[in-house]
């Protein structure tokens, strides 16, 4: 048995032991995405916490996911096996700035991107996903809205929903806004024929040389699905495992240099171990902040 795959059997046998559910994101590393009950994207995800019935959720993935896996679910254990493993765009907006920009447009809803603190959903109408922004801001049914922190998602948003004033905070992903049109069209060079799929993280102009623009999750249904057999991938480099396996015959291929985010490489199958073992890294959301964020979050959950 190698060393792999005695750590895999470990991680499963006190999951068992602790009735814990394993949840990793799309971008984690291989091994992690192997050993866990469900790999998915952020509503994939947030979804599977809501409706588990385990004592114990084990989050490989970042920071707010587990929040908002805590904020659903607040009677279970949420775990993150790497504590320090972060979001740089959801640090881009603190709650008073929400506040503030809010101040500043009287009357505006406020969409936040999951990605972000849970005393910045506190703050939110409503929050969303890559996967169902654009029906988030439809289902509000008014001309203007705020949105934070993405202003790439924002963006993306608004090119869909031409009758809708998007004001968009000025976050972004360090990842997926470093990616440029000019490596793209180098990829299209390199891999003629091949389609285009990339995450509305991306810069407008890179969103605008693809053939579709969807969530990590989303991305592995369409390669699935699709008749072609070649993908030219712009998203984090840990999904083309999930593609590998979704759609085996077929060839993708990420940029170069590929695109890493280096909080989802934190956690490791051995700190997957160690916080099962040992309880650690839980996360916690003080109760008056979960009460107000609540309402954002199950209603993102809900559609879409
Ligand atoms: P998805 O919800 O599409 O998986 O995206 C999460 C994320 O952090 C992308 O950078
Ligand atoms: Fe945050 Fe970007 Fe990493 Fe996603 S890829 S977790 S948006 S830094």
């Not at 019935?53 to 790497?82: N, Q, R, Y």
């Not at 031409?162 to 000025?170: G, H, R």
């Not at 592995?220 to 699709?226: D, L």
Request: net charge negative; glycine share 6%; aromatic share 4%.
């Amino acid at each position: 048995m190698t060393d792999l795959t005695a750590l895999s059997e470990e991680v499963r046998a006190l999951a068992r032991q602790r009735d814990a559910i394993v949840l990793a994101h799309n971008y984690q590393r291989q091994e992690v995405q192997d050993v866990a009950d469900f790999v998915g994207d952020s509503l994939g995800l947030s979804r599977e916490a809501a409706a588990t019935s385990a004592a114990v959720i084990v989050f490989a993935g970042v920071h707010f996911m587990a929040e908002t896996a805590k904020i659903l679910s607040p009677d279970k254990h949420v775990l993150l096996p790497e504590p320090r493993a972060g979001c740089p765009m959801a640090d881009m907006i603190t709650a008073e700035q929400a506040r503030s920009f809010k101040g500043e447009h009287p009357g505006l809803p406020l969409v936040t991107y999951v990605n972000s603190s849970a005393e910045v959903k506190a703050e939110s109408d409503v929050c969303c996903t890559s996967a169902n922004a654009v029906e988030v801001v439809r289902s509000l049914g008014v001309t203007r809205v705020l949105f934070a922190p993405d202003r790439n998602l924002g963006a993306w948003v608004a090119s869909q929903l031409p009758d809708v004033e998007i004001i968009t905070w000025d976050g972004f992903c360090p990842t997926h806004e470093r990616v440029t049109a000019e490596q793209v069209r180098s990829a299209v060079q390199a891999h003629p024929g091949a389609m285009v799929v990339a995450h509305p993280e991306c810069r407008p102009e890179v969103v605008a040389l693809a053939d579709a623009v969807l969530s990590t999750s989303g991305m592995i249904r369409y390669v699935a699905s699709s008749a072609a057999e070649e993908f030219i991938v712009i998203t984090e480099s840990g999904l083309l495992h999930g593609l590998a396996k979704a759609a085996p015959g077929k060839k993708f291929f990420g940029l170069t240099p590929p695109m890493v985010c280096p909080n989802m490489k934190l956690t490791t199958l051995e700190k997957v171990r160690d916080c099962l073992r040992d309880g650690t890294g839980e996360v916690t959301v003080p109760a008056s902040t979960r009460a107000r964020a609540l309402a954002a979050v199950e209603r993102m959950v809900a559609l879409g």
